[in-house]
């Protein structure tokens, strides 16, 4: 039998209704910084982001699958840092989104709760000492 499997990271892929803005809400928002942009036939089809070691990727939905299908539902999303979990949330709010849960303690790590406008679920967590 192989090896089973052991990952490092997982990264995610996200298509998204329109990728201008929801490029411009996970940098302006969360602090992802654009690492690449790609383009077909001279059209933008998708970003690379980065935030730490943290990677998505957006793309353009090209409406094959319609594009007022539900998206996100089931899946949450889990971002891990070392960060002021209450002062991260607090700079969110501060740009006007308001967040699924405010920041609370649970099972040891500090977090919140958000979604992104394509209403992809996040969970922002921190193992720091609960407040």
Do not use: C
């Amino acid at each position: 039998m192989p090896e089973p499997l052991h990952g490092d990271t997982l990264d995610a892929s996200l298509t998204v209704t329109n990728l201008e803005r929801s490029t411009t809400w996970y940098t302006a928002i969360l602090g992802f910084t654009i690492d690449r942009r790609h383009e077909r036939d001279g059209q933008l089809i998708a970003v690379s982001l980065k935030a730490g070691a943290v990677r998505l990727l957006l793309s353009q939905d090209d409406g094959t699958k319609g594009l007022d299908r539900a998206r996100g539902d089931a899946l949450s999303l889990r971002i891990t840092t070392r960060q002021d979990i209450d002062a991260l949330a607090a700079s969110i709010k501060a740009q006007g989104v308001t967040l699924d849960t405010e920041p609370m303690s649970a099972h040891g790590y500090r977090i919140f709760r958000l979604h992104d406008p394509d209403g992809f679920r996040f969970t922002v967590s921190s193992p720091h000492v609960a407040r």
